[in-house]
């Protein structure tokens, strides 16, 4: 997510963007930087013991399984009036974040987008995807998030301003676990879900299991939502593929315990069957097996 903001937010302020990075990333990101849209860009790079101005606004935009180390880093940065927006995938970095830095320093976020991430280069349209950031409820602005409005406005990242960020956060982490994990598992791009009934059944049962365990704490999607994101996801450019399946193709581990691991948690401990969600957590982790010879061919 961090090559959807960066090149805007360092063109808009090149005085005060700076990337947080150390070990064999910060390496990575001197030497070679990183190219967006065919363009390479080496940002400046600040590593987490260095202290200075605090930042005004932190955008966390790591892996689900990095999010415990990226609270640490960030602390330096951290002032009295730093903002924190997480970008993560996922329903509970928010809540990790406030537990961590208090609730005034969080705003709620999420990411809608695609993007095709290889070997250090990213290719996307920049204006296809967007930030939705804001207070949990936001019927008015509050000053915090027209502060970030401002931000945004000045560096031309397209944004929207949910009135229930929750319902929000609920709504993409469904499409998340119906879409990436089945693209993952089948090793298929998007484009699958434009041609295959049979992709698609996977794909909405698994939502339905989602729908399911956020009605019952509260947070209301289910099938107007699905509907909705049927014909939403046949926008998406046939050959774009999801991170879970990036990883897997880049022999990296994924988030699938914060994906299908968390769905399984939440309906073992609400009463709620989530077989689907079952068999991504327990096929996702074989193929990372295969990845790490664990399983010979």
Request: charged share 30%; glycine share 10%; hydrophobic share 40%.
């Amino acid at each position: 997510m961090g090559v959807f903001f960066a090149p805007r937010l360092a063109a808009a302020y090149p005085e005060g963007f700076r990337v947080i990075a150390d070990g064999e990333r910060k390496r990575r990101l001197d030497k070679r930087g990183v190219t967006v849209n065919g363009v390479n860009y080496k940002f400046p790079i600040i590593t987490p013991d260095e202290k200075g101005d605090p930042a005004d606004l932190i955008l966390i935009g790591v892996k689900g399984y990095g999010l415990d180390q990226a609270i640490e880093d960030i602390r330096n940065q951290v002032g009295e009036e730093t903002l924190i927006i997480s970008l993560l995938n996922g329903v509970d970095s928010e809540e990790k974040l406030i537990n961590s830095f208090g609730e005034k320093h969080v705003l709620y976020g999420y990411m809608r987008m695609s993007v095709v991430m290889k070997d250090g280069k990213a290719d996307f349209d920049p204006y296809w995807g967007k930030i939705h950031f804001g207070e949990k409820l936001n019927k008015e602005y509050s000053e915090r998030v027209l502060a970030v409005k401002e931000v945004f406005d000045k560096a031309d990242i397209p944004y929207e301003i949910d009135e229930d960020m929750l319902k929000g956060i609920w709504f993409k982490f469904m499409c998340n676990i119906g879409e990436n994990m089945t693209c993952a598992l089948l090793g298929i791009p998007f484009g699958g879900f434009h041609v295959s009934d049979h992709a698609n059944w996977v794909r909405i049962e698994a939502m339905k299991e989602v729908a399911a365990i956020a009605q019952k704490k509260g947070i209301n999607i289910g099938k107007e939502e699905i509907e909705m994101q049927n014909k939403t996801i046949l926008t998406i450019p046939y050959p774009n593929k999801p991170s879970t399946l990036q990883d897997l193709e880049a022999f990296k581990h994924t988030e699938i315990d914060m994906f299908a691991g968390t769905v399984i948690q939440m309906g073992r401990e609400l009463g709620i069957p989530t077989p689907i969600c079952e068999m991504f957590y327990h096929g996702i982790h074989v193929l990372e097996e295969k990845n790490d010879g664990f399983i010979r061919l």
